[in-house]
């Protein structure tokens, strides 16, 4: 099995911008003098970029259970049940079908 290693993190860094956007849908206070712009975001953001920061940390690969099987497949342990490996092939071709359809 392939493992897929294109996920990118989304950087949190700060926004920084060489024009103005004012009048492009920045909402700026009154009276602040057009010298910058209020943002404001939800609950919700903060704790994506929560979740993103815990994740950040957590890796994609479990090494011990690949280190388990490794050892496994140099003393001959390892038993590759051939049916198995046929269903989740035709669950992957089938989820991938249907997300080509939709």
Request: glycine share 12%; no cysteine; proline share 5%.
């Amino acid at each position: 099995m392939k493992i897929d290693s294109s996920i990118k993190s989304v950087s949190s860094g700060p926004v920084s911008g060489g024009g103005s956007r004012a009048g492009k849908g920045a909402a700026s206070t009154p009276g602040s003098g057009g010298g910058g712009a209020r943002v404001l975001l939800s609950p919700l953001s903060a704790q994506l970029q929560a979740t993103e920061s815990s994740m950040a940390d957590t890796p994609v690969v479990d090494s011990a259970r690949v280190a388990e099987i490794r050892q496994a497949i140099a003393e001959g342990r390892f038993k590759v049940n051939p049916d198995a490996v046929a269903d989740h092939l035709l669950q992957t071709a089938h989820e991938l079908l249907r997300s080509r359809l939709m």
